[in-house]
């Protein structure tokens, strides 16, 4: 697997597969970032942001809709999506770093969880889920 830096690059594809991007740390930047290459377009995230959505993931403890959105559109309540931009999230809003650019949280962050063996992912056409996984890949984990 990739090492997830600059020069070596986890390359991802959507959950439904149609679309193949790719994302490194950038632990330099301020704040620190995950760097996503989609085409010719780069979107930036807060690099906590691994962290932070497994842990809620965690506490959800089932199959959490992705709800992916650009930026300018509302997100569904309850997904992933909604979570990544909520004042309720633990960096009080947008995990998105970009203006313009901060949506589709949802789309991007999911299958890079999945790589790293933090969750699973449905891949149907569309209206996919995640959960998170328990440590030992065990199965789902369940809320406290």
């Known amino acids: 697997m990739a090492t997830g830096t ?12 149609t679309s193949e991007y790719t994302m490194f740390r950038d632990e330099q930047s301020d704040p620190p970032a995950l760097v996503c290459q989609v085409g010719s377009t780069t979107l930036k995230y807060h690099l906590r942001a691994v962290g932070d959505l497994e842990l809620w993931l965690m506490e959800k403890g089932d199959w ?30 947008w995990y998105g770093l970009r203006n313009g650019y901060r949506g589709r949280f949802g789309m991007y962050l999911p299958p890079l969880l999945e790589a790293l063996g933090l969750v699973e992912l449905t891949h149907d056409k569309r209206n996919n889920s995640v959960r998170a996984i328990i440590a030992d890949g065990s199965g789902p984990a369940v809320s406290a």
């Open 6 to 17: 600059r020069q070596d690059p986890w390359v991802l594809k959507t959950a439904p597969g």
């Open 64 to 93: 959490v809709p992705l709800g992916a959105a650009d930026e300018n559109k509302p997100a569904a309540e309850g997904t992933v999506e909604a979570w990544g931009r909520s004042p309720e999230n633990p960096v009080g809003g």
